[in-house]
């Protein structure tokens, strides 16, 4: 706000709650007069909560209208709720549960919604037109790497219809325990990566000779006419040749695909919040949920993530599940992690970071409670364990960590087309694979980030726009961007992060 003395303003979000957010750029000073009545005790910063009633030594604090929290020492009624002053609460429970018990009833079906997409063979669609090229073991990226670059120069030309040619490097594949129960998660991911939708059903895999993740395990029934080993080939010049000539027999064939109208149905849409502030939960989020129900309306498969931004808010989604099956799942990716970190010895407070603290989040039940308006309010048909792909239409919680990198790859391997990605701090992530689409919390980052954000949610905080309409917003520039009409700040600027696998299994 230009004029924060004439116009101070808080956010509350629900009748329960005892704290509010400060939505004036740069927070407001000490002796500041609400019209309500209330006035600050001492500055607060834009994001930060200030507590609407007195609070004596541990006395609940709440937002969201659930506790985030209990006073640790007398909080004054106008003062700043700052971290210290906040006990975290335990997380839920996991054995008792509500499960199914308040299923959202099916939404009016959205009719007639259609993209322009790239169909497959196998009746699978993809958004973009890529050849990538999956690497076996880590071993051979440096190589690969040198192959894509011309490929790129002297090949990618003659194919105009082709996007791009993307090389799937990762840090799997050996020195790991290759038969220990938890390798299913890296493995499938990085099977799954392979035949992603956008690569238009060519398969390509480049890999060493003596890896433990044998390269056959990335090719569809094992075939080896997909796969360069560069222990069989003499010298490295004839490593390239051998890449780009097999590279260019798939180009060829990819630059025969063209685009054709497809229903929304056959989207899958990845949801995640990374550089997250206090206004996370207020704007982007909850527009990113209505979006998610729209695109749920309209037939589409739909991923939320981040176990650790989910766990602290599990009672609230359980009875959303569509069923007992489907509750016991959810609860069972909890159970999984809370055991994963247990052994890592870390603890709750790893999350938020330090940036997101800096943006009013006081602790992750806090950052869970607004997280998960990004699951808007259609009922949770399936959950997926990491790197699994996706199979029902609908909401779908795929279980990933938190981690920007990871959360992004497992979504790739679980089919997703295209991510919407919320941020309150600011983050330049992208995905060469897939499309990113940047939504910010505030109208002061997307001006800061005029040439990085794709849709601005911080006109919610101003009262320049509701909810419903920014999620239209998106709604509608998903499509614009999957039928390849729009393009992602991420995608111009060839702003893309290195995958980054989830490997809990033990490294040897």
């Given at each position: 706000m230009s004029d924060n003395t004439n116009n101070p303003r808080y956010i509350k979000l629900n009748d329960k709650d005892n704290v509010a957010i400060i939505a004036n750029a740069g927070g407001l000073s000490e002796g500041t007069l609400f019209s309500c009545g209330l006035t600050l005790t001492e500055y607060v910063p834009e994001g930060h909560k200030?507590?609407?009633?007195?609070?004596?030594?541990?006395e609940p604090i709440?937002?969201?209208?659930?506790?985030?929290?209990?006073?640790?020492?007398?909080?004054?009624?106008?003062?700043?709720?700052?971290?210290?002053?906040?006990?975290?609460?335990t997380p839920p429970k996991l054995d008792d549960l509500p499960i199914a018990n308040k299923v959202p009833e099916q939404a009016e079906a959205l009719e007639g919604y259609t993209f322009e997409g790239y169909r497959n063979e196998d009746g699978t669609v993809g958004t973009k037109n890529v050849l990538g090229i999956t690497t076996s073991v880590q071993c051979v990226a440096g190589v690969l790497d040198y192959a894509v670059k011309r490929i790129k120069e002297e090949i990618l030309p003659k194919y105009p219809n082709v996007d791009d040619v993307v090389p799937l490097n990762h840090n799997y594949?050996?020195?790991?325990?290759?038969?220990?129960?938890?390798?299913e998660i890296p493995i499938r991911t990085v099977q799954n990566m392979a035949v992603h939708p956008n690569f238009g059903g060519e398969v390509l895999v480049v890999g060493l000779g003596c890896e433990k993740l044998v390269p056959t395990r990335l090719t569809p029934d094992g075939s080896t006419e997909d796969i360069v080993s560069l222990q069989d080939q003499i010298g490295f010049t004839n490593m390239i040749d051998s890449i780009m000539e097999m590279a260019d027999e798939r180009l060829a064939r990819l630059n025969k695909r063209n685009r054709v109208t497809c229903p929304v149905s056959d989207l899958v849409i990845g949801m995640q919040c990374g550089g997250s502030d206090a206004f996370s939960g207020v704007t982007a989020n909850p527009a990113l949920g209505y979006a998610a129900d729209l695109l749920v309306r309209a037939g589409a498969t739909v991923l939320f993530s981040e176990v650790t931004e989910?766990?602290?808010?599990?009672?609230?989604?359980?009875?959303?599940?569509?069923?007992?099956?489907?509750?016991?799942?959810?609860?069972?990716?909890?159970?999984?992690?809370?055991?994963?970190l247990q052994k890592g010895e870390a603890d709750r407070s790893a999350n938020p970071s330090p940036g997101n603290k800096v943006g009013g989040l006081t602790n992750v039940v806090e950052k869970s409670l607004g997280s998960i308006a990004k699951s808007g309010s259609s009922p949770i048909v399936d959950v997926l364990s990491p790197g699994e792909r996706a199979t029902k239409k609908g909401l779908n919680f795929a279980a990933t960590p938190a981690s920007d990198f990871v959360c992004g790859t497992l979504q790739l391997a679980s089919g997703m087309h295209l991510q919407v990605f919320t941020t309150g701090r600011g983050t330049p992530y992208g995905l060469s694979m897939a499309p990113v689409v940047k939504v910010a919390t505030r109208n002061a980052l997307t001006q800061q980030w005029h040439d990085l954000i794709d849709v601005n949610a911080g006109t919610i905080a101003t009262g320049e726009a509701a909810i419903e309409e920014v999620g239209w917003e998106i709604f509608d520039y998903i499509i614009d961007v999957a039928s390849g009409h729009?393009?992602?700040?991420a995608d111009h600027w060839g702003i893309h992060n290195d995958l980054s696998l989830f490997n809990p299994a033990p490294v040897t």
């Open positions: 200030v507590a609407l009633i007195h609070l004596e030594k541990d709440v937002r969201y209208g659930e506790v985030i929290g209990f006073a640790h020492s007398t909080i004054k009624k106008g003062s700043w709720v700052k971290e210290s002053l906040v006990v975290m609460n594949g050996c020195g790991v325990a290759i038969n220990a129960p938890e390798a989910v766990r602290d808010a599990i009672h609230l989604l359980t009875p959303r599940a569509v069923n007992e099956d489907v509750g016991k799942a959810l609860i069972e990716e909890m159970r999984w992690y809370d055991h994963y729009k393009e992602t700040w």
